[in-house]
């Protein structure tokens, strides 16, 4: 009973423990006959203990707020910039809460897997969607329950009669199911299902359908094409993919015949382990093999990750902006420590008074940091406002490929995450000042060493920020000073697919060959009439969007055939009409381009196939053989070279060789093509005029997707663009912070040496003496930071190291910039106050004591 | 006058007033001050040193009570005697319970003793 009492009394305040122990044991022993009394002494103690501690918070707690309503500028400033910096680490935290930690919503999330066709030799490329036929196979799997594939994609569409940007998808009936999710009205697709039937998202079901139930069985008509909307699927459903945003508007089911590709999204069997789920599916693609749906060479593997995993591949950034946003946190809440430490000591009468009064040393510092307690809650809550108020703003700011992103908002973790937050940045901050204010050294010698100390971790934080976006922007302009090969300006791309795209029928038939030899000038010369269109020509791709055809197997006469598996004989197919070269304004290196009068095997290859296949001799009037570009192997004769392309900012030119459009069989029958076109200026009509042109002339095709290949220039660098802004902006706010914090401590570090330094002026010492005494007390500083800066940015730098294109992680000269630029700016920040205590008459602060 | 200046302090608690009064009576250490409280409210007010001692320090640091030089027999434990300024708190109390106590009275809510 004893020791529990004591227990019990560790709930009073240390001064009352100490006063009353030994009574409050001695009344124990003078009663210990009486029944129950120890325990009523027990809760007696422990409650009054509580009483007693709230009652001291609730004093301290008023004494605190009348402390900082009485000075408002520190309140504010102090208040203000940790408000900025909890609202940056609240927004971060509300992305990463969604895009990361949320689970998929899927019924057991982890049991879905998703998988890609990948070669196995090069297992970083990003990989190609498996074979619809593929599912089938998949109905006897050991280890897998189900088996689904989905292929979404974007464009416009006349939806109802009107254009629209519809995010659609085309699933198999096991979709949903494969998914464990509930349609949130209506029904999910089965077997029996015609392609006639389609299910909308909540989103589009709320915009388009205000919400009613009456919405199944209409008709929603998408390109001429009228679907039956059987279902709305729930409020916040995504589609598995990797790293891609997929939340559709519309689901519909693959057309029944034909080819098509879809991401293969598998659940296995309860019990069932990834390694067989993946066993499996290796042995069944192998098996796939030969089949007429198989596309695929032999030696391609499926790659199977869990489809939580495939999504996150994307989100890694978002880690590097909270690291970052944790930094600029860290450097607020020294900087708040440093005021408050200057304001401690200026206060050092006010204290002196207090423990003169009798107040304990303990009882000082607990007051001083519930000071900093208050100020970082009402901190906490400001920056949660100011977090909400800028949430769809961030949002903007971050990769908008971030699958969920715009799904981002403060919720309850968040919240918790700032509380967490608050009182870490105040420990931080008011644990320094609480320990200055309680130590018996209170006239600033020590004090001032613990400030210096907070600005070199301070210049060290933002050392590393700073590096960091500097690395980022070196890596930026070697990105966007990529020579493309190519004009961009003023050129757009028309692209055309064909509705019956994935029926086979149309695929080598006589009559889309025919189809084929019309509609391609057709589609040309409709276009090109239309105003402000200079030029025009036919392309099998869309330059930028690195959607290049890979030939897999050719070699050269009079050398060894090359083995299926052999990098050798791989290069890239294209396929373009002769007006292709000269609008996109590629310089033709040897040779010349094509003519109306070539045969279908003449080819044009790019300077990357002739140095790789031909090395010094020239290419120009030697042939390959090949099967790809026409129906049987044949001898294609190269007529010329072309400057190379780039298909992707972030890829070097690959070798690749160009067929004239003419050969047909590879464009489809015309299922899938596209118009390049060069316009005198910037016409914001021009995709409505050709959605018009083509529903009006080209029924059988889809609403084209227009694109300018400026615009799909700035998509190439978005990402980098968004990574660099996000960086750039937490460490300008570093920036700011740690000048601030070096002003701080060398303004109030020089107002108290006035005297001092009005000694030394009427003692002879001159202006400038001063004034590189000052500055250069502050420049050491930052180069002790600096110097723990170097350390911190190698963890920095190794985060965004995969991030950088064509710049090393530890450039010597992005260090040595970021370095002079704190220097600078430290000597800048201590010259203010230094020129003010210039200013001061000597006679003045001397007469003062 | 009195009873303006105790305006913000009156009531005051049972037990706090069961206390100025063992007090009033003699000097003595806590734990005869728990003691007698209870004997003198017959047993209702039962007081423990959890809520003892807290009274205790805050009559101390409100200047009603003062310590007094430590018991004869025990030197550890400190003894506490009623102050003039406790005594006049005392006295208000029993002055505002008296008022009650006599509108009570008028009201007929206090039995009168037999035969008077």
Redesign the interface.
């Known amino acids: 009973m004893r020791s529990l009492l004591l227990l019990?009394t560790l709930a009073f305040p240390p001064e009352?423990r100490k006063?009353?122990r030994?009574?409050?044991l001695?009344?124990?022993e003078?009663?210990k006959g009486e029944r129950g009394?120890g325990l009523?002494?027990?809760?007696?103690?422990?409650?009054?203990g509580l009483?007693?501690r709230f009652e001291l918070l609730r004093r301290d707690v008023g004494y605190a707020v009348r402390m900082l309503i009485k000075a408002p500028v520190f309140t504010c400033v102090v208040g203000g910039t940790l408000a900025v910096a909890i609202a940056a680490n609240a927004v971060i935290l509300g992305a990463l809460q969604s895009v990361i930690f949320a689970p998929l919503p899927y019924a057991q999330a982890d049991q879905v897997f998703v998988s890609t066709v990948r070669d196995p030799k090069n297992p970083s490329q990003s990989g190609f969607t498996p074979p619809v036929g593929f599912v089938d196979m998949l109905t006897h799997s050991r280890a897998i329950q189900s088996a689904a594939a989905v292929n979404t994609f974007q464009g416009l569409h006349t939806v109802d009669g009107e254009y629209a940007k519809l995010s659609q998808a085309q699933v198999t009936p096991a979709y949903f199911v494969t998914l464990g999710v509930q349609p949130y009205i209506g029904r999910f697709f089965n077997a029996s299902d015609t392609q006639s039937k389609a299910v909308i998202s909540y989103a589009y079901w709320r915009t388009h359908y205000g919400g009613s139930a009456s919405v199944l069985g209409k008709l929603l008509t998408i390109d001429r094409a009228p679907y039956t909307i059987i279902g709305v699927a729930p409020r916040g459903m995504v589609d598995p993919g990797f790293g891609v945003a997929a939340q559709e508007d519309i689901w519909t089911l693959f057309p029944r015949t034909g080819n098509a590709w879809g991401l293969l999204v598998t659940r296995p069997r309860s019990g069932a382990s990834v390694e067989a789920v993946r066993a499996d599916l290796k042995r069944l693609w192998q098996n796939a093999m030969g089949r007429p749906w198989q596309s695929y060479p032999k030696w391609t593997q499926l790659f199977t990750v869990r489809a939580r995993d495939a999504i996150l591949d994307d989100a890694q950034a978002l880690w590097i902006f909270f690291a970052a946003a944790a930094a600029v946190l860290l450097i607020a809440s020294a900087n708040i420590a440093n005021l408050i430490l200057a304001r401690t000591r200026s206060r050092k009468d006010e204290f002196a008074v207090r423990a003169a009064l009798g107040a304990s040393v303990r009882r000082i510092a607990t007051q001083s940091v519930t000071e900093t307690l208050v100020l970082c809650a009402c901190a906490c809550i400001a920056g949660l406002a100011l977090a909400a108020g800028c949430m769809r703003a961030a949002v903007e700011l971050l990769p908008e490929n971030l699958p969920r992103v715009s799904d981002a908002r403060i919720d309850g973790h968040v919240v918790v995450y700032v509380c967490a937050l608050g009182i870490g940045a105040a420990l931080v901050a008011g644990v320094l000042p609480a320990l200055t204010a309680a130590g018996k050294d209170l006239t600033g010698r020590r004090g001032g060493r613990a400030g210096m100390t907070l600005v070199a971790l301070e210049v060290a934080a933002a050392f590393a920020l700073l590096v960091c976006a500097a690395l980022l922007l070196r890596s930026f302009v070697a990105l966007t000073s990529q020579q493309l090969g190519f004009e961009t300006r003023h050129v757009y791309t028309a692209t055309f697919l064909r509705k019956d795209l994935f029926t086979p029928k149309d695929h080598s038939t006589h009559g889309s060959r025919v189809n084929t030899a019309l509609m391609l000038p057709q589609a040309r010369r409709r276009i090109a009439a239309l105003p402000g269109v200079a030029q025009t020509a036919i392309s099998g791709h869309v330059p930028l969007a690195d959607d290049l055809e890979v030939m897999t197997g050719f070699w050269l006469p009079g050398r060894a055939m090359p083995g299926p598996r052999d990098q050798h004989a791989l290069a890239d197919i294209g396929y373009f009409s002769r007006e292709y070269v000269p609008l996109m304004r590629i310089p033709i290196v040897a040779g010349r381009n094509f003519k109306n009068a070539d045969r279908d095997n003449d080819i044009l290859v790019n300077q990357a196939f002739a140095r790789k296949y031909f090395g010094g001799q020239s290419a120009v009037g030697a042939a390959i053989y090949t099967s790809a570009g026409v129906p049987n192997a044949t001898l294609c004769h190269i007529i010329g070279v072309i400057a190379d392309t780039r298909d992707s900012l972030m890829q070097q030119p690959k070798p690749t060789a160009y067929w004239p459009v003419s050969s047909s069989a590879p464009l489809h029958g015309a299922a899938a093509f596209t118009v390049v076109m060069k316009t005198s200026g910037d016409d914001p009509h021009l995709a409505m005029e050709i959605a018009a042109l083509a529903q009006r002339y080209f029924p059988e095709y889809r609403s084209p997707r227009v694109t300018s290949l400026d615009q799909a220039l700035a998509d190439n660098s978005a990402t980098a663009r968004t990574s660099l802004t996000m960086l750039a902006t937490l460490a300008a706010i570093a920036l700011l912070l740690a000048v601030a914090g070096i002003y701080g401590v060398v303004a109030f570090s020089v107002e108290r040496r006035y005297h001092e330094i009005g000694i030394r002026r009427s003692l002879g010492e001159t202006d400038g003496r001063v004034l590189s005494r000052i500055i250069g007390s502050s420049i050491t500083q930052a180069a002790v930071g600096i110097a723990l800066g170097v350390v911190a940015a190698a963890f920095g730098v190794r985060a965004i190291e995969h991030q950088l294109f064509k710049t090393q992680p530890f450039d010597p000269a992005s260090f040595a910039l970021t370095a002079v630029l704190l220097l600078v700016c430290a000597a800048l920040a201590s010259a203010i106050p230094a020129w003010r205590a210039l200013r001061i008459d000597p006679a003045r602060t001397l007469r003062y004591d | 006058m009195e009873r303006t200046t105790f305006s913000g302090i009156l009531p005051l608690s049972p037990r706090a007033f069961y206390i100025l009064v063992a007090l009033a009576q003699e000097d003595t250490?806590?734990?005869a001050l728990?003691k007698r409280v209870e004997t003198m409210s017959g047993g209702l007010v039962?007081i423990?040193?959890?809520?003892?001692?807290?009274l205790?320090?805050q009559m101390l640091d409100d200047g009603w009570i003062a310590e007094t030089a430590a018991e004869p027999g025990d030197p550890?434990?400190?003894a506490y005697r009623l102050t003039a300024r406790g005594r006049r708190v005392a006295q208000a109390e029993a002055a505002r319970l008296a008022d009650v106590l006599r509108k009570a009275r008028s009201c007929d809510l206090v039995p009168r003793k037999a035969g008077s």
């Open positions: 019990a009352f006063a009353y030994s009574d409050l001695a009344d124990l003078h009663r009394y009523r002494l027990f809760f007696d103690v422990f409650l009054a009483g007693m | 250490h806590g734990y728990s039962k423990t040193g959890g809520t003892l001692y807290p205790i320090k550890r434990r400190k």
